[in-house]
């Protein structure tokens, strides 16, 4: 008599998965169902996270990525400030202008905020000399527009990120009469180089009568308090002199970098060293050269 062998318990091909079936067991959608969703009460439930600090971080990285990408080959650059609401017949709008064109014609690139006033004259200068003209806008509550002489615009959402670019790519600031951006672009770049967090930056005030004022009053308050020293105040240096302000940027980026832009291969650098400038300015574009 042949004995045949107890059937063994057939063991189940699948088990349940609580983990991937979490949604399932406490009754919420799967993530697949709701990243599809369309209706409206969803969508607007699913629009939130826009509005948190995570997503905000995200926002923010990408603003610098971008920023950076943009600027990574700029080369020397001069940011220049001053006020939005100066026309085209102030006199510090013709300056702004003669300064950004000596220092393209010198080799700079130029960088505003891109709006009007001093910010519409420096990039009009650096554009008519054939230079690099960037504009970094910023959201604000009222609508604002680029001007018309910017050949490297940049958007951006947050304050900070603007600040680092106009910081990052500069080898100096130039300071024309402006109001509350103004003077919070100045007091930075003068707080920076003092906690050496950036070296051999050179701070130009123009428009020595517009800033006596605030010169006086540093030094009868801040710094006879001892709340400075003589070297803080040195910092600033002043001048109503365009070719002045040429000849202090490129003796400190000489200094600094221990060459002259005309020593450089092909005699410029960066971002246009390897290709042609826009057409509307290739004609006037001239050799980048240190001035003495």
């Known amino acids: 008599m042949i004995r045949r062998r107890p059937r063994r318990a057939r063991r189940a091909s699948t088990q349940p998965n609580p983990t991937l079936n979490r ?58 400030f001053g006020s939005a609401r100066v026309t085209a017949s102030d006199p ?35 554009a008519e000399a054939g230079g690099v003209s960037v504009g970094c806008n910023i959201e604000l509550p009222f609508e604002q527009r680029i001007n018309a002489y910017v050949n490297l615009p940049l958007n951006f959402r947050y304050f900070f990120v603007r600040k680092t670019m106009f910081v990052k790519y500069a080898v100096g600031f130039v300071i024309l009469p402006g109001g509350f951006g103004t003077l919070d672009e100045l007091f930075e770049a003068l707080t920076l180089i003092q906690t050496r967090k950036v070296h051999n930056f050179p701070v130009v005030l123009v428009g020595r009568a517009y800033w006596q004022g605030l010169l006086d009053w540093i030094q009868a308050r801040p710094l006879a308090e001892g709340k400075l020293l003589p070297a803080d105040f040195a910092l600033l240096q002043v001048t109503d002199d365009p070719a002045e302000v040429a000849r202090i940027l490129s003796e ?41």
């Open 23 to 80: 949604n399932l067991n406490i009754g919420r959608p799967m993530q697949d169902e709701s990243l599809l969703s369309w209706c409206e009460p969803d969508r607007r439930r699913a629009a939130e996270f826009m509005h948190t600090d995570p997503w905000r971080v995200l926002r923010i990285v990408s603003e610098f990525v971008d920023g950076f990408d943009a600027l990574a080959l700029l080369g020397p650059a001069v940011s220049i």
């Open 252 to 292: 400190s980026y000489a200094k600094e970098c221990g060459r002259a832009l005309a020593a450089l291969p092909n005699g410029r650098e960066g971002l246009w060293a390897t290709e042609t400038p826009p057409a509307r300015h290739r004609s006037s574009r001239r050799t980048p050269r240190a001035r003495s």
């Open 92 to 126: 510090f709008y013709t300056k702004a202008r003669e300064i950004a064109r000596l220092l393209a014609e010198a080799g700079f690139a130029i960088i505003t905020g891109g709006g009007p006033g001093i910010m519409e004259a420096a990039n009009r200068g650096a």
